[in-house]
């Protein structure tokens, strides 16, 4: 997958893309990242790439032109009959969600645009496919959110993950629990021991009490993931004694 980046800051993409897995899947060709700076193509002397909002109020809005002829210059490089994903990262956007990355994480070429300011003038959004947000809260800029969709979806990426990682365990996917806790050597650190059922090698014995880590953790962090999560009637059983155990008398 080709991914182009439209940022005001592209410095602050190098170690996050060239770093740990996204790096190593760009090491291996899987990914290509290509950050580009909107202020070169700004068409002005002073290389503004925002202005006063018309209507008055507060803050700038980025400049149409400038991404325009960033976003013609991307399609150019990539072969202009080359379909391209164009996504904005914006606080008003949908929500990112582990469908959304799966989804994207599909396509051979995409485009992320990372805005600033108080906003984008509107007209840029009519090149986009997709505005999207990484949470009900507002950050400085896209840059953020831009990495972080591009963490989020290269993991749906064959090839991205070692084959000995998964997206199939972990929270948000699969059975739609929570993560169970996980320990690694020593079995005792400082006085404190890791639960003996994950030392004794019955794997009957540790799945069970993975899964029930599981349905506790979501109960007490996330309970409104239980109500989509595909619960089996064991499942029920253990929640239901869990709520007679608590409740007070
Ligand atoms: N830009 C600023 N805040 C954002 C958010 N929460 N999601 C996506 N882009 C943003």
Known sequence: MRIDILTIFPEMFENVLSSSMLGRAAAKGILEFHAHNIRDYSDNKHRNTDDYPFGGGAGMVMLAQPIFDCIDAVTHECGDDTKIRR???????KCLTPELAMELAKEDNLLILAGHYEGIDERVMELMDDEVSIGDYVLTGGELPAMVLIDCLSRFIPGVLGSSESTED????GSGLLEYPQYTRPAVFRGREVPAVLLNGNHAEINKWRRQQALIKTKAMR???LEKAELTKKDLEFLNRLESETKPE
């Open 223 to 225: 309970p409104d993931l």
């Open 170 to 173: 972990e929270s948000f996917s």
């Open 87 to 93: 996504i904005v990262m914006s606080p008003r956007g």
